[in-house]
């Protein structure tokens, strides 16, 4: 019987020391999954943050072009009308007076 008790004893000492090595591995691969999480978060972030920048600049560089093109453009529309004023103003002068004096 004691020998029975004996090996029942091994058995739990055994038991616990296995217990003992499971709760470590658990804990360092617990740790170790913490650590590749939190590594990736700051990889994906450094990659979310990157292409924000590029997304950014693009628009800048967009807007940036759609701007010279809008004030070439208005630039252009101004000359005209120079243009016009220059050739026409006497005329524009003449149906101007001619309306202000319709009206009275």
């Known amino acids: 019987m004691e020998q029975i008790l004996t090996k029942l004893s091994e058995i739990e000492i055994a038991a616990r020391s296995v217990q003992k090595d499971a709760d470590k591995t658990k804990q360092a691969l617990s740790e170790k999954m913490e650590q590749q ?24 560089k967009e807007k940036d072009s759609r701007l ?3 004030r070439q453009e208005t630039e252009e529309h101004f000359t005209a009308l120079d243009t016009y004023f220059e050739q026409n103003h006497q005329q524009l002068c003449e149906e101007l007076f001619q309306k202000i004096l319709q009206r009275q």
């Open 37 to 60: 999480c939190k590594d990736f978060d700051a990889a994906l972030e450094q990659q979310t943050n990157a292409r924000i920048l590029r997304i950014r600049d693009g628009l800048e």
């Open 68 to 70: 010279t093109a809008l």
